[in-house]
């Protein structure tokens, strides 16, 4: 099992760009999340998804979209990257609900300028 | 509403020494519990959890935490640190009803001086 992959590992964007960031797990979870790390900070979740089809917004949506059409991937967009967005982000899976262990992706690094 | 405070941002701890990292929580319900590990240009993985059950948990890598209720409390302790420990570690707290969400400590940075 690959476990969680997400592309890419680097990213610099000009403010204003839009961009997806992927993220696809092998391993039949239902539930994927994405989390932002800012210094000081630890991580904040933007989005998740409890199964296909199904997402809702966490502690920090704004400027970010998701999708989840299939079971595997669940890629997080930026409308209109703005420096506030730099930070790293990271994609988690799990089988059940958060209470279960969580499965990180190794992240994507993003520097908006 | 739940949250998570680390007491202190770095921990300098000598090789054989106890690691102790601390993490308070607040939560309206008794809470699920968990530590997760950072090693540098990597991923998070979950080190131990605590759900219900014996309150001392242990994970990997020899450490283990203890849920006090009566002080909110979920340190991590290790007896014998060693260099591989160095690493970034973070509380969280999610609750079993509700959404469920992982509310997430901002991270306690450990050193292991040799």
């Known amino acids: 099992n690959a476990g969680v992959t997400q592309t890419p590992k680097f990213q610099v964007l000009k403010t204003g760009q839009s961009m997806t960031l992927q993220c696809a797990q092998d391993?039949?979870?239902?539930?994927m999340s994405w989390y932002r790390q800012d210094p000081g900070m630890g991580l904040r979740l933007i989005h998740y998804?409890?199964?296909?089809?199904?997402?809702d917004q966490g502690e920090v949506p704004n400027g970010y979209n998701v999708s989840r059409s299939t079971t595997e991937d669940f890629p997080l967009r930026l409308l209109s990257a703005a420096p506030s967005q730099t930070s790293v982000y990271f994609c988690?899976?799990?089988?059940?609900?958060?209470?279960?262990?969580?499965?990180f992706g190794p992240g994507t690094r993003l520097t908006v300028l | 509403a739940q949250s998570v405070t680390q007491l202190g941002s770095h921990v300098s701890v000598s090789e054989g020494a106890l690691v102790l990292l601390r993490c308070n929580y607040s939560?309206?319900?008794?809470?699920?519990l968990f530590w997760y590990v950072q090693y540098p240009n990597q991923g998070l993985q979950l080190l131990l959890k605590?759900?219900?059950?014996?309150?001392l948990v242990k994970g990997i890598n020899g450490f283990e935490a203890e849920f006090k209720k009566s002080e909110t409390s979920f340190h991590l302790t290790k007896p014998s640190a060693h260099m591989s420990d160095a690493a970034e570690y973070f509380c969280?707290?999610?609750?079993?009803?509700?959404?469920?969400?992982?509310?997430f400590g901002s991270g306690t940075r450990l050193q292991v001086q040799p």
């Open positions: 939560s309206s319900v008794p809470p699920y």
């Open positions: 605590y759900t219900t059950g014996a309150t």
């Open positions: 391993m039949n979870h239902e539930y």
């Open positions: 998804s409890v199964g296909a089809g199904i997402t």
């Open positions: 988690a899976s799990s089988y059940g609900v958060f209470s279960d262990t969580q499965y």
């Open positions: 969280a707290v999610s609750q079993p009803t509700g959404r469920r969400a992982l509310t």
